[in-house]
């Protein structure tokens, strides 16, 4: 069985950083490819970032481009996803999530492992 755990989340202002963690336990899926993906109270679970297992292929959102970066550490099973510049619409739980193909990454319905999310609070 596979576990991914999430943490870094909190409170932070407009403007302000944080870096969320994602931590894999259970059977190996180092080569797995991982994302980000984030749901805000009454709307849709969306993408956010992914990367593959090389961390050679990065993807992103178009409403986090140039202020998230997501990078990953094989060896210790965790995925990052730092984010810049935050902004209230940032607010959300933030989910990892991970799959075994490369196609269609942006759609959720494709990964078989999720976290149990991290909640991110932007103040104005």
């Known amino acids: 069985q596979v576990q991914l755990v999430e943490s870094g989340g909190g409170l932070v202002q407009a403007g302000g950083s944080l870096r969320l963690s994602c931590a894999a336990s259970g059977r190996t899926i180092s080569n797995y490819f991982k994302a980000w993906f984030r749901q805000a109270p009454g709307k849709e679970r969306e993408f956010v970032a992914g990367i593959s297992w090389t961390s050679v292929g990065t993807v992103y959102a178009d409403s986090v481009k140039g202020r998230f970066t997501i990078s990953r550490d094989n060896a210790r099973n965790t995925v990052y996803l730092q984010m810049n510049s935050l902004k209230p619409e940032d607010t959300a739980v933030y989910y990892c999530?991970?799959?075994?193909?490369?196609?269609?990454?942006?759609?959720?319905?494709?990964?078989?492992?999720w976290g149990q999310g991290t909640q991110v609070t932007v103040s104005s």
């Open positions: 999530a991970a799959t075994n193909t490369g196609a269609l990454v942006t759609r959720a319905q494709i990964y078989a492992y």
